[in-house]
C-alpha cells in the first residue's frame, strides 16, 4: 500500500506565498518523479512543476519565476514553494509521485487527495 498526502494549502492574499508539501510513504522501493499539478473549476488538471530524483525540474510557464519545486529523497517529500501568488492560481493541488514498490515491478503513478489554495483578497 502506497500514500500519498497533501498538506499546506489555505486562504491567501494576492502577492502572498505558500508552501505545499507532499509526503509518499508505505511500501515504497523508489521514487523517480514527484510533481505538483492543479485543477480550478471549469478547467482541466494542468501541470505545475515535476522534479526528479537526481533534482531536475520543469515548470509551467504561468508559474516560472513564482514557484520553486524541491525534494527531499529521504523523506519521499516533495514541496511547493509558491510566490507572488494570484488569484488565477486558485485551484486544488495534486501530488503525485511515479514510484516503484519493488525492483521487478513498474513505474507506476500514485495521486495525493489534493489541496485547496484560494487567492483572494
Known amino acids: 500500500q502506497v500514500q500519498v498526502v497533501e498538506s499546506g494549502g489555505d486562504l491567501v492574499q494576492p502577492g502572498g506565498s505558500l508552501r505545499l508539501s507532499c509526503a509518499a510513504s508505505?511500501?515504497?522501493?523508489?521514487?523517480?518523479?514527484m510533481g505538483w499539478y492543479r485543477e480550478a473549476p471549469g478547467k482541466q488538471r494542468e501541470l505545475v512543476a515535476t522534479i526528479t530524483d537526481g533534482g531536475n525540474t520543469n515548470f509551467a510557464d504561468s508559474v516560472k519565476g513564482r514557484f520553486t519545486i524541491s525534494r527531499d529523497n529521504a523523506k519521499n517529500t516533495v514541496y511547493l514553494l509558491m510566490n507572488s501568488l494570484k488569484p488565477e492560481d486558485t485551484a486544488v493541488y495534486y501530488c503525485?509521485?511515479?514510484?516503484?514498490?519493488?525492483?521487478?515491478?513498474?513505474?507506476?503513478?500514485?495521486w495525493g487527495q489534493g489541496t485547496q489554495v484560494t487567492v483572494s483578497s
Open positions: 503525485n509521485a511515479d514510484l516503484k514498490t519493488a525492483a521487478w515491478r513498474p513505474v507506476q503513478r500514485y
Open positions: 508505505g511500501s515504497i522501493f523508489s521514487i523517480n518523479v
